[in-house]
């Protein structure tokens, strides 16, 4: 099997869970959103590796690996709040990376960890928001980069490639994302849904 097509299934259906399921399941949001984070970090990691495992075995460790950070993720829901920053921080520096055309340098790394830790401990001024926007543009990142990849567009260590379709059913997708956890929240808190 590919493993580009393989990563971009994984993308999209993580994507497509932080979209859906926001704000209403947030552990469960921050569990795809671990298990993705780890599976391309280890993926780009050991592609680097010359000599190193095959493909076969490299998407074995990635899946292992992504599954072990999803699950931790999920287990501590007391750091949601730094969790949810840190998603958010991490999308918006891998999303300029693409924008810039900084694909596979060092200089990737340095800004990931940056938004990282940016995010991480900015996001909770944003308030209730925080889950929803996270997992809105997260969501929508994951997707179109997953869309991507499985359709054979090409981007340095399975980012956003940018042009101008990508970018707006990025913009769609988080906007709807958000528009729609957004309104799921205030009926749940107006007892609007029927239990």
């Known amino acids: 099997m590919?493993?580009?097509?393989?990563?971009?299934?994984?993308?999209?259906?993580?994507?497509?869970?932080?979209?859906?399921?926001?704000?209403?399941?947030?552990?469960?949001?921050?569990?795809?959103?671990?298990?993705?984070?780890?599976?391309?970090?280890?993926?780009?990691?050991?592609?680097?590796?010359?000599?190193?495992?095959?493909?076969?075995?490299?998407?074995?460790?990635?899946?292992?690996?992504?599954?072990?950070?999803?699950g931790v993720l999920y287990s501590f829901a007391s750091l949601a709040i730094y969790a949810a920053g840190a998603i958010l921080g991490l999308v918006v520096a891998l999303f300029f990376a693409s924008l810039v055309g900084i694909g596979g340098s060092w200089l990737l790394t340095v800004?990931?960890?940056?938004?990282?830790?940016?995010?991480?401990?900015?996001?909770?001024?944003?308030?209730?928001?925080?889950t929803i926007l996270s997992s809105a543009v997260a969501g929508a990142y994951f997707s179109v980069t997953g869309l991507a990849l499985i359709f054979g567009a090409q981007a340095a260590n399975g980012m956003m490639p940018v042009n101008s379709r990508t970018l707006?059913?990025?913009?769609?997708?988080?906007?709807?994302?958000?528009?729609?956890?957004?309104?799921?929240?205030?009926?749940?808190?107006?007892?609007a849904f029927i239990r």
């Open 2 to 70: 590919d493993h580009a097509f393989l990563w971009g299934v994984i993308a999209l259906a993580c994507g497509t869970v932080m979209i859906v399921y926001g704000s209403t399941m947030f552990r469960v949001v921050l569990a795809f959103a671990g298990f993705y984070i780890g599976f391309g970090v280890v993926s780009a990691v050991l592609g680097t590796i010359g000599g190193g495992p095959t493909p076969a075995i490299q998407t074995i460790i990635a899946i292992i690996l992504g599954a072990a950070l999803g």
């Open 168 to 191: 707006v059913v990025f913009a769609l997708l988080a906007v709807i994302s958000f528009l729609a956890q957004a309104r799921t929240r205030n009926l749940r808190r107006s007892g």
């Open 111 to 130: 800004l990931a960890l940056a938004g990282v830790g940016a995010g991480a401990f900015g996001g909770r001024y944003l308030g209730q928001w925080l």
